[in-house]
């Protein structure tokens, strides 16, 4: 995955990108004040894709569960991989 848009807020802001093949997209929406993050992946396979060009994006999709999780983090921090107590 690679960030390629950025657009920031006085709270936060918003992190657009995809996986290299363009089968996947992003969108990372944060806020500074509470220190959250919200993800949300799309999927869009082109019309012509081959399915090696989906394998990589549906394997990681299908990996992402509660037993799972998916950690991230911001500039060289350690991830964080306990859940999220809300």
């Given at each position: 995955?690679?960030?390629?848009?950025?657009?920031?807020?006085?709270?936060?802001?918003?992190?657009?990108?995809?996986?290299v093949?363009?089968?996947?997209?992003?969108?990372?929406?944060?806020?500074?004040?509470?220190?959250?993050?919200?993800?949300?992946?799309?999927?869009q396979?082109?019309?012509?894709?081959?399915?090696?060009?989906?394998?990589?994006?549906?394997?990681?999709?299908?990996?992402?569960?509660?037993?799972?999780?998916?950690?991230?983090?911001?500039?060289?921090?350690?991830?964080?991989?306990?859940p999220?107590?809300?």
């Open positions: 995955m690679c960030f390629t848009q950025r657009v920031s807020g006085s709270d936060g802001g918003i992190l657009y990108g995809g996986d093949t363009g089968v996947m997209r992003v969108r990372l929406r944060y806020s500074h004040r509470d220190r959250s993050a919200q993800l949300k992946f799309t999927f396979p082109p019309e012509a894709a081959i399915p090696q060009t989906l394998a990589p994006a549906l394997r990681l999709l299908s990996q992402v569960t509660a037993r799972h999780p998916m950690a991230l983090a911001f500039a060289g921090e350690q991830a964080d991989h306990r999220s107590r809300r």
